[in-house]
């Protein structure tokens, strides 16, 4: 069984199919900006789709804060803040009086974003908006940064981070399907997984501990 579509060194879960040409033209006129060959070409196979992968955002001080946009809007008629493409324009534009030629297009589980700056003075760049959160959760990126100067440097920057890994194999995966679906996005966007004496370890652990317990 395959769980995942691969793009590049992603695997992408739950795309949709690729926009309509009525679509893409409706975006388009919105936005007041032709989307860029490297955005329609990924938005042909992720088209409203999730990917897990990390993203390391400045956090002001000199470091980097890992981050997870892992919701791609969709090419789908919308309103407002409902993960379209059209939607989050709308809403970003009446409630942050965002310009034009600027493309929300994926977003963390929260209200951090992030954008396709289109504008002449942008010219392509990828820009994130995270929201600030409180000390005590330890987290120090906040406001609007630039992460990458186009979107192909974006989607090339993207990697599945191994302390997700450790922490996911000891306590997300309980189920033999979990298992196999975990091999799968990490020989796409880790292939190197089975030599890290660490993952390899417990992924062995844990698939003996789901075979006793199938046993039982």
Same mark, same amino acid.
């Not at 060959?37 to 400045?58: E, I, M, R």
């Not at 002001?60 to 804060?65: A, H, I, K, L, T």
């Not at 004496?197 to 039982?216: H, P, R, S």
């Given at each position: 069984?395959?769980?995942?579509? !691969?793009?590049?060194?992603?695997?992408?879960?739950?795309?949709?199919?690729?926009? *309509?040409? !009525?679509?893409? @033209? @409706?975006?388009?006129? +919105?936005?007041?900006?032709?989307?860029?060959?490297?955005?329609?070409?990924?938005? !042909?196979?992720?088209?409203?789709?999730?990917?897990?992968? *990390?993203? &390391?955002?400045? &956090?002001?001080?000199?470091?980097?804060?890992?981050?997870? /946009?892992?919701?791609?809007?969709?090419?789908?008629?919308?309103?407002?803040?409902?993960?379209?493409?059209?939607?989050?324009?709308?809403?970003?534009?009446?409630? *942050?009086?965002?310009?034009?030629?600027?493309?929300? /297009? @994926?977003?963390?589980?929260?209200?951090?974003?992030?954008?396709? &700056? +289109? *504008?002449?003075?942008?010219?392509?760049?990828?820009?994130?908006?995270?929201?600030?959160?409180?000390?005590?959760?330890?987290?120090? @990126?906040?406001? +609007?940064?630039?992460?990458?100067?186009?979107?192909?440097?974006?989607?090339?920057?993207?990697?599945?981070?191994?302390?997700?890994?450790?922490?996911?194999?000891?306590?997300?995966?309980?189920?033999?399907?979990?298992?196999?679906?975990?091999?799968?996005?990490? #020989?796409?966007?880790?292939?190197?997984?089975?030599? #890290?004496?660490?993952?390899?370890?417990? /992924?062995?652990?844990?698939?003996?501990?789901?075979?006793?317990?199938?046993?039982?």
């Amino acid at each position: 069984m395959t769980y995942y579509t !691969q793009y590049r060194h992603l695997a992408l879960e739950g795309a949709k199919p690729a926009p *309509t040409a !009525q679509q893409l @033209a @409706a975006i388009e006129a +919105l936005l007041e900006a032709p989307l860029p060959p490297a955005f329609l070409a990924f938005l !042909q196979a992720a088209n409203g789709a999730w990917f897990d992968y *990390t993203c &390391d955002v400045p &956090d002001g001080n000199g470091g980097v804060e890992k981050m997870g /946009f892992n919701t791609f809007f969709s090419a789908d008629e919308g309103d407002f803040c409902d993960e379209t493409l059209v939607g989050e324009i709308r809403a970003a534009r009446k409630h *942050t009086d965002m310009p034009v030629r600027i493309l929300p /297009f @994926a977003r963390d589980g929260g209200n951090s974003m992030v954008y396709l &700056d +289109l *504008t002449e003075e942008g010219g392509g760049r990828v820009l994130a908006y995270v929201q600030e959160l409180p000390d005590w959760t330890g987290k120090r @990126a906040h406001g +609007l940064m630039e992460l990458a100067p186009s979107f192909d440097a974006w989607l090339d920057s993207l990697y599945i981070d191994r302390d997700t890994v450790l922490d996911e194999l000891e306590h997300s995966v309980s189920e033999p399907s979990h298992l196999d679906a975990m091999a799968e996005w990490l #020989d796409i966007g880790m292939p190197a997984w089975r030599r #890290d004496a660490g993952i390899a370890a417990l /992924f062995a652990l844990k698939q003996v501990e789901l075979c006793a317990n199938e046993q039982d």
